[in-house]
Nanobody, 126 residues
C-alpha cells in the first residue's frame, strides 16, 4: 500500500522553527517528485515547495523563499521541509504529495500529484 505520512507539525511562536517530514511507506521515493502544500481555514490549498526526484530542482512559493528549505534523503525514504522564521500567516495544515517521474522536475500545482499524505497541523502563535 502506497502511503505518505507527514510529521513534525505543532505549535510554535512567531520567529520559531519546525521541520516537517514526509515519509514514504510501501514504495521507494527515489523516482518520485515531492511537493509540499498547505491549506489554511477558509483558503484554497497552495503550493509551498517542491523537489524533483534527483533533488536537482527545487521551487518555493514567494511567501516562503529564504525561510523554508526543502530537502530529501532517499536512503531514509523521506523528504523534509525546514521552516524558519515562522509567521502567523504560515499557520495551516501542511500536506506532502508525490508523483513518479523520470524527468528532473516538480510542479507547484496540486493536480499534478498522485499520492497525498493526511496532513500535519502547523500553528504559529504567541
Amino acid at each position: 500500500q502506497v502511503q505518505l505520512v507527514e510529521s513534525g507539525g505543532g505549535l510554535v511562536q512567531p520567529g520559531g522553527s519546525l521541520r516537517l517530514s514526509c515519509a514514504a511507506s510501501g514504495f521507494t521515493l527515489d523516482y518520485y517528485a515531492i511537493g509540499w502544500f498547505r491549506q489554511a481555514p477558509g483558503k484554497e490549498r497552495e503550493g509551498v515547495s517542491c523537489i524533483s526526484s534527483s533533488a536537482g530542482s527545487t521551487y518555493y512559493a514567494d511567501s516562503v523563499k529564504g525561510r523554508f528549505t526543502i530537502s530529501r534523503d532517499n536512503a531514509k525514504n523521506t523528504v523534509y521541509l525546514q521552516m524558519n522564521s515562522l509567521k502567523p500567516e504560515d499557520t495551516a495544515v501542511y500536506y506532502c504529495a508525490g508523483r513518479t517521474t523520470v524527468q528532473a522536475m516538480c510542479v507547484m500545482s496540486s493536480w499534478w500529484y498522485d499520492y497525498w499524505g493526511q496532513g500535519t497541523q502547523v500553528t504559529v502563535s504567541s
